[in-house]
């Protein structure tokens, strides 16, 4: 689908089969509305309008539809509804308007309204309630690890994926099924103590969050993590109690589920005394920052929240304030081409990207180059590559030629869902090019071991 400016030509979807507009409880501010001066300077950084090229999807379209149902002169129907689904959250709207324009605040508010008021058919509703009753909980993705080991063994995930039979089932289960990471022996294991000791002189006392789909699928990013924050002067607490981040929940207006899940992770850090809480997930990260947002009205924990909240950083946001104190080693003989992947919510909601390239260049022997669209959504965003996969699809295939096309011979990511959707892409391509995590990176660096 191509990309063209075209005059906006608002669709208020006044058919059958519509609900009423918004309901009282916090719908999007109309003060963040007026603030929209529909420059359209979003336009061209939005990644579903490079995809889809519809006004109504692209943010400037989505506040006016907003607006329109806030006035009362549109209905929240299917058709709206489905413009704000395809919204990606990636904020790069928020990051390119010269207005200040908070669009991340107005599409956080609308998502809970679209869960309380759109009535969703028989298949979203199924596919969502898979998605948000497995995810958030670690235990449970547990339990399927040993299913999905035979699966993949067995030969059967390719029988399926090579006669495209799921796909004629749901195509929300086959892009489940097709971003599934290879399960490994470490996927069992739980190698981190609730304690790693600082290395040399003590810095730092931090705690450490694990996350979901990290924990499991990609624990030897969070071995790496703990090493590089010992290795570094930090005293590592890992609480056995912690659960999901809430990231999942709270970006697909799940509300309730959300504050739980922050109130346990408030609760499992509450008496570690901790000087930070650092997080090696971009994802994650931006909705710790939140919980401050997310527990405003609960009286019981909204100041909890925002001192948990002001604790936490990106671990490359932290290291690369405090300091690298451990010798860095080359990890090849020769020169090493790297291109970096910016995940939207360090980038974007964060404003996380200079860190992660200052601790990379301190690799001896490190080359970093730069891909053409770099601030440009993988695709991925949490779940919308399950839950939209033909967008998703069409925003992972451009991603991964731009990076092939900058040379580079390892690509290095920091957010989970990123690089599962960038290996897919990769292999669908057919080529083989490494992706680590840039604490791996380091902690073979500190290491010295070679690539």
């Known amino acids: 689908m191509q990309t063209s400016e075209k005059p906006l030509k608002l669709n208020t979807d006044l058919a059958s089969n519509q609900t009423d507009g918004f309901d009282p409880k916090e719908p999007p501010e109309q003060k963040l509305i007026d603030a929209c001066v529909h420059c359209g300077f979003c336009l061209t950084t939005c990644p579903s309008y490079r995809v889809i090229g519809k006004e109504n999807d692209s943010p400037r379209g989505r506040i006016y539809l907003m607006d329109a149902i806030n006035k009362g002169e549109a209905p929240l129907s299917p058709t709206s509804v489905q413009h704000f689904d395809s919204c990606l959250g990636c904020l790069a709207c928020t990051t390119a308007c010269p207005s200040g324009v908070e669009y991340d605040k107005l599409i956080a508010s609308v998502r809970p309204q679209v869960q309380r008021n759109h009535p969703r058919n028989l298949p979203e509703r199924l596919i969502r309630g898979l998605i948000f009753s497995l995810f958030p909980h670690p235990d449970r993705l547990r339990l399927l690890l040993t299913p999905l080991f ?211 260049k301190q690799i001896p022997g490190i080359q970093l180059r730069e891909p053409v669209d770099a601030a440009l959504c993988c695709g991925s965003a949490g779940v919308y590559n399950m839950l939209q996969p033909q967008v998703a699809e069409e925003l992972g295939q451009m991603k991964v030629t731009n990076l092939l096309n900058t040379g580079a011979t390892l690509i290095a990511s920091a957010n989970p869902g990123c690089s599962l959707q960038i290996q897919r892409h990769l292999q669908q391509q057919g080529r083989k090019i490494p992706l680590m995590h840039p604490m791996q990176l380091l902690d073979m660096s500190i290491q010295a071991v070679k690539l």
């Open 150 to 360: 035979l699966y993949q063994k067995s030969g059967f995930s390719q029988l399926i994926r090579a006669t495209g039979l799921l796909k004629q089932v749901s195509v929300n289960l086959a892009a489940m099924e097709s971003l599934m990471p290879k399960v490994t022996v470490s996927c069992f294991q739980d190698n981190l103590p609730e304690i790693l000791s600082a290395q040399g002189e003590k810095r730092y006392r931090v705690g450490m969050i694990l996350g979901c789909v990290q924990r499991i699928f990609f624990s030897g990013v969070n071995e790496a993590t703990a090493r590089v924050l010992s290795a570094n002067g930090c005293e590592v607490v890992i609480p056995k109690s912690q659960g999901c981040c809430a990231a999942l929940p709270e970006h697909q207006g799940e509300t309730a589920q959300a504050q739980a899940l922050a109130r346990q992770m408030i609760d499992s850090f509450e008496d570690t005394d901790v000087d930070y809480v650092i997080i090696n997930a971009a994802g994650c990260g931006h909705t710790l920052k939140e919980y401050g947002h997310i527990l405003r009205d609960d009286p019981m924990y909204r100041h909890k929240a925002k001192a948990f909240a002001a604790k936490v950083r990106d671990v490359q946001e932290f290291l690369a304030d405090v300091g690298l104190t451990a010798p860095l080693h080359p990890l090849q003989d020769k020169p090493l081409t790297m291109v970096y992947q910016d995940a939207c919510h360090l980038l974007h909601g964060q404003k996380i990207s200079i860190q992660p390239r200052q601790l990379l």
